[in-house]
């Protein structure tokens, strides 16, 4: 059965293409720097806005357009809509796809009625991957929609909620690794507080690294050997969110021995929303190796929230290639679109348009990074502006044979620093510019 059957398969037709259902840039089997298009992007849909949204927000209902959705929580209504995204994610040519363990299948009356349901729709996604060879990039727990999740699951004040996060989270890890998961995320949710009056925040950071600490204990236990990643976020709904930024993440996993076992999964809104670019956020994970994958959207510069929008800026998907070329690619990570239709596109056919264009910004920018990569320009800029440590005292201060006594013995005789050369962010800047095309 066709769910959307005025649309055939998306192909590429090139940069001068006018057809808004093609591929200006996006051509999977290209090869740039060494590797097809497809392998450098793994683009996946996230099922949770593509498939659960409904437009709705705080001022008015859903309105959107989903012809093939009953609207009831059945799991009958869940199966179908398996099908639908899969024909979907079929027709765009996109290889994975994630999602929350509640964005597939209902809850039921409890625990084990809710498992049942999630069996039965993962019975359907393993048919319909099987059919298709589209992958499950990763999987989640939705631990912050239901009303017991109301102070948080793992940093909640209430025993009890841990132990069900837990039983929901073993769960999770078992069905992403039925479906073949490559990652397991952990997003925040509502591990955060809004006022410290009512908080035990060392008590709340030391539960949330137990629960982690079971998670990794639990998934070597039933061999799943996906790469465990966590999504920092700085606020939303939480006022503090404990994973605010990947700086903060590094300092919590370390602080708990727990930094071997994840790596980040880093998302464009949740980065500006901390007040860094992506660039940044990218740049300071990369550094320390925890680059792990990347939720693709953008947030919107006049507005403080986390609007979730399809990427369309053509530098920030370059500059987030070009992290990902200059660490070697993602590995088992891709670039989720965690991103949604405003609520004024509500025809199907929009989401096509949305994801159409997400691709083809990071395949353009993709090329870009390429060719800055290749001509090395920044690098060798990079590499010459830190010159004076490749050589004399800079080379002793960065070995360790260097301490205040010979710097100060060398400085005596030297009398003055050599000259500070321009650090020619202008020129750069211009530089950059000169790749667009
Ligand atoms: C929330 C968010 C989540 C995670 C998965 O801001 O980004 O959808 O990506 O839980
Ligand atoms: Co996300």
């Known amino acids: 059965m066709a769910f959307f059957p005025d649309v055939a398969k998306i192909k590429y037709e090139g940069p001068d293409s006018k057809n808004p259902l093609a591929f200006r840039h996006y051509n999977p089997d290209e090869m740039v720097d060494g590797k097809s298009m497809k392998d450098h992007l793994r683009f996946a849909v996230c099922y949770w806005h593509t498939f659960r949204g409904t437009g709705s927000d705080p001022f008015g209902p859903g309105c959107a357009i989903r012809p093939w959705d009953d609207g009831s929580e059945s799991v009958e209504n869940a199966v179908k809509r398996a099908r639908v995204a899969f024909e979907f994610m079929e027709k765009l040519g996109c290889p994975f796809y994630c999602f ?14 809710t498992n049942k349901n999630l069996d039965a729709v993962v019975k359907a996604l393993k048919e319909e991957q099987q059919r298709t ?13 239901n009303k017991r999740f109301v102070h948080g699951a793992s940093t909640s004040c209430n025993a009890d909620v841990f132990a069900y996060a837990g039983a929901q989270v073993k769960k999770a890890l078992e069905v992403t690794k039925e479906l073949g998961g490559v990652n397991y995320v952990f997003w925040g949710g509502r591990e955060g507080y809004h006022n ?24 070597k236990k039933i061999g799943f050997t996906g790469q465990f990643l966590i999504e920092p976020k700085p606020k939303e709904p939480t006022t503090h969110q404990y994973d605010s930024d990947c700086a903060a993440c590094m300092a919590f996993l370390r602080t708990y021995g727990l930094e071997k076992q994840f790596k980040f999964n880093v998302e464009t809104n949740h980065a500006t929303l901390a007040g860094h670019s992506m660039f940044h956020e990218l740049t300071y994970a990369s550094s320390y190796g925890m680059l792990g994958s990347i939720d693709a959207n953008r947030g919107d510069e006049l507005i403080g929230w986390d609007t979730d929008q399809f990427p369309t800026n053509l530098y920030t998907t370059m500059q987030t290639m070009l992290v990902v070329l200059n660490q070697g690619g993602l590995g088992s990570g891709g670039l989720n679109f965690d991103a949604k239709v405003r609520r004024e596109s509500f025809e199907p056919i929009d989401l096509f348009h949305a994801h159409i264009g997400g691709m083809d910004t990071f395949a353009h920018g993709l090329k870009i990074a390429a060719a800055i990569k290749k001509d090395g320009v920044l690098k060798n800029f990079v590499k010459q502006r830190y010159a004076t440590w490749d050589s004399g005292v800079g080379v002793e201060i960065e070995k360790g044979s260097a301490n205040f006594e010979t710097l100060e013995k060398y400085m005596l005789e030297k009398g003055e620093v050599a000259a ?17 095309r």
């Open 100 to 113: 929350h363990d509640r964005d597939v299948a209902p809850e039921g009356k409890n625990l084990s009625e």
């Open 133 to 145: 060879g589209i992958q499950l990039l990763w999987g989640t727990a939705n631990l912050f929609s």
């Open 196 to 219: 410290l009056y009512n908080t035990d925040l060392r008590r709340e950071f030391d539960h949330l690294a137990k629960f982690l600490g079971m998670a990794c204990d639990y998934a």
């Open 420 to 436: 500070n050369t321009s650090g020619r962010q202008e020129y750069l800047e211009n530089l950059v510019n000169r790749y667009f």
